[in-house]
């Protein structure tokens, strides 16, 4: 299955994806975004993301070779598509750490896609958070927090599921208990248990009359 999980800059939806693959190495799959925006210090290329020329980047999505794209403050950002479908029929569980906007065009007609959307415990532990990191300039960081409630009023009305994350290993639990639930909705599953009923009935039916 896809497990989307998207928040504000600053939840620790990253730290979420990477600690579920630590611990379950065999189960899931962390998909790494590309993007056009620099690398910044400390950042590495094909582990924090795949960072690529705008060119390169057009280039993909000319091919379709993007599960879902994006431009995010003058960046583009993209799902690559064929590591995602390899995962996938490996048999692990793909993680994606995307925004609002490119979880609902990847659930957009699939129906093994979980949308989970990480909060903070409010808006002013973000800032703080944001802040601590250090990453933004000032300006950055205001069209950041300004963007915060929009996007998170977009998600608590499409999103299936909410996490906050105020204690790490308590938000880390709750989304693993999403993922391991989550198969039970499948439209897929329940299409196949149902056939395998119908089967099953059908069989007994000559011996009931």
């Known amino acids: ?83 995602v479908e390899e995962a996938l029929e490996r048999g692990y569980n793909v993680l994606l750490d995307i925004d609002v906007q490119g979880g609902l065009a990847v659930k957009k007609g699939r129906d093994d896609v979980t949308l989970i959307f990480i909060v903070p415990p409010s808006l002013a532990a973000l800032e703080a958070r944001l802040k601590g990191r250090g990453r933004d300039e000032p300006d950055a960081l205001r069209k950041r927090l300004q963007a915060v409630m929009g996007e998170i009023e977009r998600a608590f009305a499409a999103y299936e599921y909410i996490v906050v994350n105020d204690e790490l290993g308590k938000a880390l639990q709750d989304v693993l208990a999403i993922t391991q639930s989550a198969p039970l909705k499948l439209n897929k599953r329940k299409q196949a248990v149902l056939e395998g009923f119908r089967q099953e009935w059908d069989q007994k039916q000559p011996r009931l009359k």
Do not use: N
């Open 1 to 83: 299955m896809l497990f989307v999980l998207s928040g504000p800059s600053g939840t620790g939806k990253t730290t979420l994806c990477r600690m579920l693959t630590q611990a379950c190495p065999k189960e899931f799959w962390f998909s790494v975004s590309h993007t056009t925006r620099p690398r910044r210090h400390m950042e590495e290329d094909g582990k924090d993301y795949h960072f690529a020329s705008e060119e390169a980047f057009q280039d993909m999505i000319a091919k379709d070779a993007f599960l879902e794209w994006a431009k995010v403050y003058d960046a583009y950002y993209g799902t690559a598509l064929f590591p």
